[in-house]
């Protein structure tokens, strides 16, 4: 079963060949996992949820910015973030990110 974006309102899902990438919650970091969920604003999951319910959820590639990759893998099929990067695009409208 694929899985899907953690952000509110986007409906990409995980699949073979897409040229999306899925990055899942930084569950080791406490600080920084409570700033991603703080940022994507899902009322099912909050900076309190515990690390149990919120391992294996991931956000896709289209809520980062291009400088929040890796530059020596971006373009390959699984690109890695730097461990700096945080989600900035999480309001969808009609499908877009803005």
């Not at 149990?52 to 980062?64: R, V």
Request: with cysteine; proline share 5%.
């Amino acid at each position: 079963m694929p899985s899907g974006c953690l952000v509110p309102g986007c409906t990409e899902k995980s699949r073979l060949g897409q040229s999306v990438s899925f990055h899942g919650l930084p569950v080791k970091d406490a600080q920084r996992c409570k700033l991603w969920l703080r940022v994507i604003n899902n009322h099912r999951v909050g900076e309190d949820t515990g690390k149990e319910i919120i391992k294996g959820k991931t956000i896709c590639s289209l809520h980062f910015k291009l400088e929040d990759f890796d530059g020596r893998l971006f373009g390959k099929i699984r690109s890695a973030l730097k461990p700096t990067a945080v989600p900035s695009y999480c309001r969808f409208r009609y499908g877009r990110r803005g």
